[in-house]
């Protein structure tokens, strides 16, 4: 029969590890109040920035596309009042409302075709006294 208390358990050849740290693992406890507050004023600048100057952009792609619409063959043979007239048109169509083709658009005629550039500014309030400029400008050549 075996005695049980000659028999010798192994020990491990490594100590146990104690589990007690106090580096600076052990007081991670998630976000400071602090860090939340830059995170949210970070979150809210970046919306309103979105929210005041995302419409401005729609409206200059909804000009580029009425510019793309003019039928490029007959350009050239309009007189300057017929695109104007058929800008302010489709102008209206595309709700650009705040446009008047005499304003942001300058046409220039040559014998080697026609040049229609648009151009201008839009000035957005941020707060207090900040204020964004944005300009928009492109040429259109029609043959």
Known sequence: MLDVRSVQTAKPTHPRRVALRSGPRSRQTGASAMV?????????SVVTLLLKLGPHYIDWQNMQSV?????????HSMGK????DAL???FRINNLRDFKPRDVVTI???KEGTLIL?????REHLLFNIDVVLSFSEKYQYR
Do not use: F, N, T
């Not at 510019?67 to 350009?75: A, N, R, T, W, Y």
């Not at 648009?118 to 839009?122: G, K, V």
């Open 36 to 44: 939340m507050l830059l995170g949210l004023v970070a979150l809210v």
């Open 88 to 90: 302010a048109k489709r």
């Open 67 to 75: 510019m793309g619409g003019l039928p490029e063959k007959q350009v």
């Open 108 to 110: 220039d005629r040559s």
């Open 81 to 84: 009042s017929e695109i104007r």
């Open 118 to 122: 648009i151009d201008y500014e839009r």
